[in-house]
């Protein structure tokens, strides 16, 4: 099956807070999107996220064709899915629900069109498994908001065909996104599982009272975190070999950095390491409310991408981050 279509009309199955993303950030690249979602108040809830995530989408860039009015909703998942050429799904995170559910968005989509998971944690293997066309199933899976962070993890299931995997990384790469693919399936995919790794370490040094929970995330986010977002670590050690690069940091600094690895420690979670955290963070936000700060850290990484977007040397455009019309 050739999975090379033009994609001008997406459903959205499940609009909570990565379905709503998902839908402003396709809407702002000019497609036709429908929604479906049974929850009460879904589409009223649905276009207040899209008119607020509006403004953050126009500071990033609208395609051309851009409109909230070719946002329509139906409770109707066969009339949403029955035309769409991709399906962006983000319903509730059960292997059984999943399954179910892509068995019936399977039968009244048609067979030419990918069914894309935003799936955080289960393998398309087993989101495939009672379709009867599981060669177009594969998983998209952002990273939370959708409609501003680039990165997107594609994974193919045992049954996904090479051309759906294709057709998805160009899909996403098309219209702005980073799309890596993950070669196997892992459970937590990789960026999660790069995120436990870290606070694995951080819920430690908490836990052992070698740093307070605010200092823990000073340490990152005023130390390697800054450099996380302009460069990965690997490349990151590159830098840190100097001349050498990477060849010397290998050869002279990998040994002694092994040693550091084998000495990180598995916190236990207990009942009051978890309370700790929950006092420490509060500290942290102070009198600032979670959307307040979810709109602080909007504000900052789209200044970031747009600077990622400029060579300095130069000031010119490196790549290009506005995507292209559908």
């Known amino acids: 099956m050739s999975y090379n279509k033009p994609i001008r009309r997406i459903a959205i199955v499940g609009t909570g807070v990565i379905g709503a993303s998902w839908a402003a950030e396709y809407l702002a690249r000019g497609f036709v999107v429908v929604a479906t979602d049974p929850a009460p108040n879904a589409e009223a809830n649905l276009r207040k996220y899209v008119d607020e995530a509006w403004p953050d989408l126009t500071s990033i860039g609208l395609s051309s064709a851009a409109s909230r009015d070719r946002l329509s909703f139906t409770t109707d998942m066969k009339e949403a899915l029955s035309h769409a050429d991709l399906v962006q799904e983000n319903a509730p995170e059960r292997p059984d629900f999943k399954m179910k559910l892509y068995a019936q968005m399977d039968e009244v989509t048609p067979v030419d069109s990918l069914l894309a998971s935003s799936s955080s944690g289960i393998t398309p293997s087993v989101i495939q498994s009672q379709c009867k066309h599981p060669e177009r199933v594969v998983i998209g899976h952002p990273f939370n908001p959708p409609h501003i ?76 975190g800054l450099r996380w977002g302009v460069m990965g670590q690997s490349l990151q050690w590159h830098l840190g070999g100097g001349a050498g690069g990477i060849k010397h940091f290998m050869d002279h600094l990998m040994d002694p950095l092994q040693g550091m690895m084998k000495a990180l420690g598995t916190p236990n979670i207990t ?25 602080d850290e909007n504000r900052v990484l789209i200044g970031l991408l747009k600077l990622r977007g400029i060579d300095k040397a130069s000031g010119e455009t490196i790549k290009s981050e506005k995507p292209k019309s559908p």
């Open 271 to 295: 009942p009051e390491l978890k309370q700790k955290v929950v006092d420490g963070v509060m500290r942290e936000a102070g009198d600032k409310s979670v959307d307040q700060l979810a709109q």
């Open 149 to 224: 962070i680039p990165l997107v993890e594609v994974v193919g299931g045992t049954k996904t065909s090479p051309e759906a995997i294709q057709q998805a990384m160009e899909f996403y790469a098309s219209i702005g996104k980073k799309p890596i693919h993950l070669k196997k399936e892992l459970p937590g995919h990789v960026a999660n599982r790069f995120q436990a790794a870290l606070y694995r370490e951080m819920l430690y040094l908490i836990q052992e009272n070698v740093l307070s929970v605010e200092d823990t995330d000073a340490a990152v986010c005023y130390g390697p």
